[in-house]
């Protein structure tokens, strides 16, 4: 009898956690429904926004200390890292659709429907994750060549490539635990997933790279180590029966109609992705002509852009998730105004920063942390200057994005994204190269006018009411 109690009390403890559990993210999908709409995007975006700040910095903590060990080790990742990033862009297509379309059937209420779909993703995901990274690793040594490195360049460029991309499985995995999360509202837990992830990739950098002498090698294996650990966490959490959504592989069937909504949403998203990725690999080519300085100088001021743009991005994703379940939901109209609100504080807040950041002082001093060469210093915090001015584009351009992306409309973004960089950008290089003799500058000048122009584009299609004709569950 003292057994059976046990038993049962333990049955009881079990059942009123999965309820607890399950209760919290029917309030969060009664929140994004029928709740303030400032409340709810507050509530989502600040973690994304943290979560994007966690990510950006694991590769500031790479650049800080690269820049410790010299230029060219420096010059070598900022080469190298859009080819990792375009392999990766193509499979967050995958990613992108399973949150699209979770967030769409959970807006519905349809869970068992969701639960399915993430089974669906996650198995898809992980097969392009675990293929890429074999197939990158034995071409790097051809890529990094063609890509016009040579001497130490290109063995640091080589060494670092190979290794950080095995990262991509680990990777995918931390990005499908977000994606699952985020599309029930669940935006804090993957935010904390990144804290771990990031404070032990903090303390193995300088343990592998200066303390080991390791070097770039150091750096890739930190990064690598940094997601391997993490991404077993959420692959144990993403097996938890008590969450309303969880993985159970050993009962997938797959479904044609899901794999092809996977395929109709994420393929726009895998394609804009991985060319524009495509694309700012050719860019480095053209900064790279122009000296190891202007490539450092151009890495630096990229990240640093990448954190004045995070109030913009989490709140893009915020539209997203509350777009996603507000259309499943057939409630339009609260759709739009959330993404009217959200549109206005990311343009305020990045106007106000922007001002800040674009005086010569404040970037010279900021871009400072990651090099002690004057040169290196002294392009980087132009760049930066001429970002931080025009930055409150990325507030328009990120919010509609997410927009589209809600409705289920990636081919949308898909277009603009290609648009930007394979048109817009490389027409303004052009012109500012060989009619107007900006020298580097022109690469300055190439990124802010391509953002401002894609997102007036974006603003133009979202006039029309495009969005509105809901396409992923169809």
Same mark, same amino acid.
């Given at each position: 009898?003292?057994?059976?109690?046990?038993?049962?009390?333990?049955? =009881?403890?079990f059942?009123?956690? $999965?309820?607890?559990?399950?209760?919290?993210?029917?309030?969060?999908?009664?929140?994004?429904?029928?709740?303030?709409?400032?409340?709810?995007?507050?509530?989502?975006?600040?973690?994304v926004?943290? *979560?994007s700040?966690?990510?950006?910095?694991?590769?500031?903590?790479?650049?800080y200390?690269?820049?410790?060990?010299?230029?060219?080790?420096?010059?070598?990742?900022?080469?190298?890292?859009?080819?990792?990033?375009m392999?990766?862009?193509?499979?967050?297509?995958?990613t992108?659709?399973?949150?699209?379309?979770?967030?769409q059937?959970?807006?519905?209420?349809?869970?068992?429907?969701?639960?399915?779909?993430?089974?669906?993703?996650?198995?898809?995901?992980?097969?392009?994750a675990?293929?890429c990274a074999? +197939?990158?690793?034995?071409?790097?040594?051809?890529?990094v060549?063609?890509?016009g490195?040579?001497?130490?360049?290109?063995?640091?460029? $080589?060494?670092?490539?190979?290794?950080?991309?095995?990262d991509?499985?680990? &990777?995918?995995?931390? *990005?499908?635990?977000?994606?699952?999360?985020?599309?029930?509202?669940?935006?804090?837990?993957?935010m904390?997933m990144?804290?771990?992830?990031?404070?032990?990739?903090?303390?193995?950098?300088? &343990?592998?790279?200066?303390a080991?002498?390791?070097?770039?090698?150091?750096?890739a294996?930190?990064?690598?180590?940094?997601?391997? =650990?993490?991404?077993t966490?959420?692959?144990? &959490?993403?097996?938890?029966? $008590?969450?309303?959504?969880?993985?159970?592989?050993?009962?997938?069937?797959?479904?044609k109609?899901?794999?092809?909504?996977?395929?109709?949403?994420?393929?726009?998203?895998?394609i804009?992705?991985?060319?524009?990725?495509?694309?700012?690999?050719?860019?480095s $080519?053209?900064?790279?002509?122009?000296?190891?300085?202007?490539?450092?100088?151009?890495g630096?001021?990229?990240?640093?852009?990448?954190?004045?743009?995070?109030?913009?991005?989490?709140? +893009?994703?915020?539209?997203a998730?509350?777009?996603g379940?507000?259309?499943?939901?057939?409630?339009?109209?609260?759709?739009?105004?959330?993404?009217?609100?959200?549109?206005?504080?990311?343009?305020?807040?990045?106007?106000?920063?922007?001002?800040?950041?674009?005086?010569?002082? =404040?970037?010279?001093?900021v871009v400072?942390?990651?090099s002690?060469?004057?040169?290196?210093?002294k392009?980087?915090?132009?760049?930066?200057?001429?970002?931080?001015?025009?930055?409150?584009?990325?507030g328009?351009?990120?919010?509609?994005?997410?927009?589209?992306?809600?409705? +289920?409309?990636?081919a949308?973004?898909?277009?603009?994204?290609?648009a930007?960089?394979?048109?817009?950008?490389?027409?303004t290089?052009y012109v500012?190269?060989?009619?107007?003799?900006?020298?580097?500058?022109?690469?300055?000048?190439?990124?802010?006018?391509?953002?401002?122009?894609?997102?007036?584009?974006?603003? &133009?299609?979202?006039?029309?009411?495009?969005?509105?004709?809901?396409?992923?569950?169809?």
């Amino acid at each position: 009898m003292p057994e059976k109690k046990l038993s049962m009390r333990s049955l =009881v403890s079990f059942d009123m956690k $999965k309820a607890n559990d399950v209760l919290q993210k029917t309030e969060n999908r009664e929140q994004i429904l029928n709740g303030s709409l400032i409340s709810t995007i507050l509530m989502l975006a600040i973690p994304v926004m943290a *979560n994007s700040f966690l990510q950006t910095m694991y590769n500031l903590t790479d650049t800080y200390w690269l820049g410790k060990l010299g230029t060219e080790e420096l010059a070598a990742i900022n080469l190298v890292t859009p080819v990792q990033n375009m392999v990766i862009n193509f499979g967050s297509g995958i990613t992108v659709a399973g949150s699209v379309l979770i967030s769409q059937y959970v807006g519905a209420k349809q869970d068992e429907d969701a639960r399915s779909m993430a089974n669906h993703i996650f198995v898809c995901a992980m097969s392009f994750a675990v293929f890429c990274a074999a +197939g990158c690793a034995i071409a790097t040594p051809a890529i990094v060549k063609w890509l016009g490195a040579t001497g130490e360049t290109f063995l640091y460029g $080589k060494v670092y490539l190979q290794l950080v991309i095995l990262d991509m499985p680990f &990777l995918y995995m931390i *990005n499908m635990y977000a994606a699952i999360n985020q599309a029930q509202g669940d935006t804090l837990r993957p935010m904390l997933m990144n804290v771990f992830g990031i404070t032990l990739n903090m303390v193995l950098d300088p &343990l592998f790279m200066v303390a080991f002498r390791w070097g770039v090698a150091g750096a890739a294996l930190a990064t690598v180590t940094a997601k391997a =650990v993490p991404a077993t966490v959420a692959f144990i &959490l993403l097996h938890n029966r $008590k969450r309303l959504l969880y993985l159970e592989l050993s009962r997938l069937k797959f479904e044609k109609e899901k794999l092809k909504s996977i395929l109709v949403v994420g393929l726009p998203s895998a394609i804009g992705g991985s060319t524009t990725q495509l694309g700012f690999l050719l860019m480095s $080519k053209s900064v790279f002509k122009y000296g190891t300085q202007a490539m450092a100088a151009y890495g630096i001021g990229n990240k640093v852009n990448g954190l004045i743009t995070l109030p913009s991005n989490g709140i +893009g994703s915020a539209v997203a998730i509350i777009v996603g379940q507000n259309v499943g939901a057939n409630q339009w109209n609260r759709a739009r105004d959330g993404y009217l609100l959200s549109r206005r504080i990311s343009v305020v807040f990045l106007l106000v920063g922007g001002m800040i950041l674009s005086r010569a002082p =404040v970037a010279t001093a900021v871009v400072s942390i990651f090099s002690e060469d004057a040169a290196v210093i002294k392009m980087a915090a132009d760049f930066l200057s001429i970002m931080a001015f025009w930055c409150f584009a990325n507030g328009v351009y990120n919010s509609t994005i997410g927009l589209f992306q809600g409705s +289920g409309h990636t081919a949308v973004n898909m277009a603009v994204d290609i648009a930007r960089l394979w048109v817009f950008r490389f027409a303004t290089l052009y012109v500012c190269e060989e009619f107007l003799h900006m020298g580097v500058r022109s690469i300055w000048y190439s990124v802010v006018v391509s953002n401002g122009i894609a997102a007036v584009v974006l603003y &133009l299609v979202y006039r029309t009411g495009y969005w509105k004709h809901s396409i992923s569950k169809e």
